[in-house]
């Protein structure tokens, strides 16, 4: 099994934009190592067989798949409905047009009632055989629940994210929870014994909305992970810092990073 890592950010890339040249400013990252520019966070898993799955749409999409060489997922699924994870939604429209079918999309009905409404475009019947815009099949899902997705058997639950709720999911040895601040009992269990973790880690210090570096590690002691890989990072989050601190066994995400188990 393997997971892409597509991007690696929080809701405004690093670097954000502005600085004092207005060439992006940098925060906490130094701007000399390329691992810190980051994209918006999203990733591909896929089986042996090769089927893949892609987790949210940001607005970085496009140039993400071209530079993974990726043209064809098999289905979408969206964490939560924020403009980061979902702002590339029109990408999917060149997938259509390869594939020449509607693409399988899965979200809780909140979200992809949101999503309806962003984009009610792409949620109309379709009429083959021109595509001109995203051609959607639509697939609500609850939570918790187990689901076929792309072939795999996926295990989605809650998070907490602020004051709204996300989507976590866990595909055999591999699982991914971003933009998630708390983690109750449920989604641990879930969690539990898993091989490799990629979940969101925006900041070192205690934040409101996400997870920092103090609990993120707190989950791991429950969790018990081989491996953690942090992503949905802010422009606190120095990858040579984190080289040199980071505990062993986990490690910060980069775009592009290939995870294998």
Known sequence: MEMIILGCAGSAGVPMIGGADGAGDWGMC????????RT??????SDGPGRRLLVDTGPDLRTQLLARHVSVVDAVIYTHAH??????????????????????VYGTQPVLDELACRFDYAFRPWTPPHIYRPVLDVHPVPLPSRQVIAGM??????????????????????AYCTDVAELGD??????RGVDTWVVGCF????????????????WRRIIQPRRTVLTHMGPDMDWGWMQANLPEGVEAAYDGLRLHV
């Open 30 to 37: 130094d701007p000399a190592e390329p691992r810190n520019r």
């Open 83 to 104: 403009a980061d994870h979902i702002a590339g939604l029109d990408e999917l429209r060149s997938i259509n047009r390869i594939t020449r079918a509607p693409l399988p």
């Open 186 to 191: 449920a989604a641990l269990d879930t969690l």
């Open 153 to 174: 058997e996926v295990d989605l639950f809650v998070q907490q994210h602020g004051r709204t709720e996300t989507m976590g999911l866990r595909v055999g040895p591999m």
């Open 203 to 218: 900041q070192r210090d205690v934040h409101p909305s996400h997870g920092w570096l103090a609990q993120v590690l707190r």
């Open 40 to 45: 918006r966070s999203s990733v591909i898993i």
